[in-house]
Nanobody, 124 residues
């Protein structure tokens, strides 16, 4: 059974930092591209960041570029998202996802597995 479990969310003030984690089981973690997505209230789920198998290539949404960093630890089967200089518009439920593919993609339906999400709330 595949499981992706996010943690690390919370309530912070604008300008603060948070680090999200996503632990996985049931998949060969190092064989999957990994990504972070988010969904704000009343909005569609959107791409945030993604990383290739060994972490050598990353891709970010323009809205988080320069503030967020995605990374992975294949030995611990864990994905991370370091979020700095948080803004109120970053408020959302953050989901991690796994993709069995050969190209990074921002298209939601092309990701195979999803976690349940962790809430991030940024107050102004």
């Amino acid at each position: 059974q595949v499981q992706l479990v996010e943690s690390g969310g919370g309530l912070v003030q604008a300008g603060d930092s948070l680090r999200l984690s996503c632990t996985t089981s049931g998949i060969t973690f190092s064989a999957y591209f990994m990504g972070w997505f988010r969904q704000a209230p009343g909005k569609e789920r959107e791409f945030v960041a993604a990383v290739t198998w060994l972490g050598r290539t990353t891709h970010y949404a323009d809205s988080v570029k320069g503030r967020f960093t995605i990374s992975r630890d294949n030995g611990q089967n864990t994905l991370y998202l370091e979020m700095n200089n948080l803004k109120p518009e970053d408020t959302a439920v953050y989901y991690c996802a796994a993709r069995d593919g050969v190209q990074l993609t921002t298209v939601l339906r092309e990701w195979n597995y999803w976690g349940q999400g962790t809430q991030v709330t940024v107050s102004s």
